[in-house]
């Protein structure tokens, strides 16, 4: 998982109430990426940061939103506004020039 | 939009036998191609990626072939071994810097 801290690995949520998944990073990259992943699907971008203090949205960014306050974490909040948001979410980091993004171990949210 | 998808959903081989995994993509301006390898329950990994304007690239044990006449490329591993038991993606950047469009993935099982 090459430094990247995604917590907690299983979260289970009430419909109805936001949730925020945790993104940490110690790679010193300055680029930072939020996938979904559905069942046997690939992943799908929701929000990414090339640097601090600035986001652009991915794909599927409805329903999500996220900050970008420091360089090392880059949290995501699952709103009530995402109506499916049940899946398994992953983080992953890019350093400049690069093609290859390192991956998270994932989290995995369930929503009842 | 554009679009990564991969031939087959599922690959089976045996042990010591060589794989091929296929991806087909719609977008000829991409800048490159990069292949990642998911084992259960884990975030993707990278294992190799070729710039658009090369037709081959050889990794340790993979090589990546990429024919832009008919927009397909294909990750062969040779002497498949019960640790590369995993879903592959293939996934394809293009000018819009950090965003990277992933396939559906290809699941290898290796029997023994």
């Known amino acids: 998982d090459g430094g990247i801290t995604q917590s907690p690995k299983y979260l289970f949520r009430k419909e109805g109430q936001n949730v925020t998944l945790s993104c940490e990073q110690n790679?010193?990259?300055?680029?930072m990426y939020w996938y979904r992943q559905d069942p046997g699907q690939g992943l799908r971008l929701i929000y990414y940061s090339q640097i601090v203090n600035d986001f652009q949205k991915g794909d599927i960014a409805e329903g999500y939103s996220v900050s970008r306050e420091k360089k090392e974490s880059f949290p995501l909040t699952v709103t009530s506004a995402q109506k499916n948001p049940t899946a398994f979410y992953l983080c992953?980091?890019?350093?400049?020039?690069?093609?290859?993004?390192?991956f998270g171990p994932g989290t995995r949210l369930t929503v009842t | 939009g554009e679009s990564v998808g991969l031939h087959l959903p599922t690959l089976s081989v045996q042990e010591g036998d060589n794989s091929i995994i296929n991806c087909a993509y719609s977008?000829?301006?991409?800048?490159?191609f990069i292949w990642y390898k998911q084992e259960s329950g884990k975030g993707p990994q990278f294992i190799i990626d070729i710039r658009s304007n090369m037709d081959k690239r050889q990794g340790q044990r993979v090589t990546v072939l990429l024919n832009k006449t008919v927009k397909h490329l294909s990750l062969q591993i040779a002497a498949t071994q019960p640790g590369d038991s995993a879903v592959y993606f293939c996934a394809e950047r293009s000018g819009d810097a950090g965003k990277s469009t992933f396939g559906d993935g290809t699941t290898l099982t290796v029997k023994p």
């Open positions: 790679l010193n990259h300055d680029a």
């Open positions: 992953a980091t890019e350093k400049q020039g690069a093609t290859e993004q390192y």
């Open positions: 977008n000829s301006a991409s800048d490159y």
